[in-house]
């Protein structure tokens, strides 16, 4: 058998060409405003209940789209989730990934509130904005921020 592609772009190409011809073969076809990010999901999962369960507040990835688009920077509470943010991609736009999961900090930190990793690693995420916010953040545990 002979590989018919060799570069990643042509299978990811191919693979949403299947996925679009599933979805309309299956009656599923999203929306034009959602159906690059339902088929980007249907892509990484191969579930493609997705096309059916995804519910989009309107205006949400127009919003995401703008937020990207002016470097606002993509926070997740796994690595995993991390790892699969294409960073050439979002180098383009100015952006930045950030996870928090693994910073020793935020492990104290959620040990010292009685709380999960991924709530604490969310609220050193926005720890730099709060603090802007207001000109005092009492509440909040003191952090090091690089």
């Known amino acids: ?44 999962t191969a579930d493609f209940d997705y096309a059916r369960n995804l519910r989009f507040t309107p205006g949400a990835v127009a919003a995401g789209v703008a937020a990207l688009q002016a470097a606002a920077p ?6 995993m989730a991390l790892s699969g943010i294409t960073k050439p991609g979002l180098a383009r736009l100015g952006g930045t990934a950030l996870c928090y999961m693994a910073d020793p900090e935020v492990a104290a930190l959620a040990k010292a509130n009685g709380t ?7 609220q050193r995420a926005a720890l730099p904005v709060v603090q802007i916010s207001f000109a005092s953040a009492a509440t909040l545990p003191p952090l090091h921020i690089s």
């Open 1 to 44: 058998m002979t590989p018919q592609h060799h570069l990643p772009a042509d299978i990811e190409r191919t693979s949403l060409s299947i996925i679009t011809a599933e979805l309309e073969a299956l009656g599923l076809t999203p929306p034009p405003e959602t159906a690059a990010v339902v088929k980007r999901v249907i892509h990484t």
């Open 74 to 79: 993509i926070v997740t509470d796994t690595n």
């Open 116 to 122: 999960t990793r991924a709530v604490a690693s969310m």
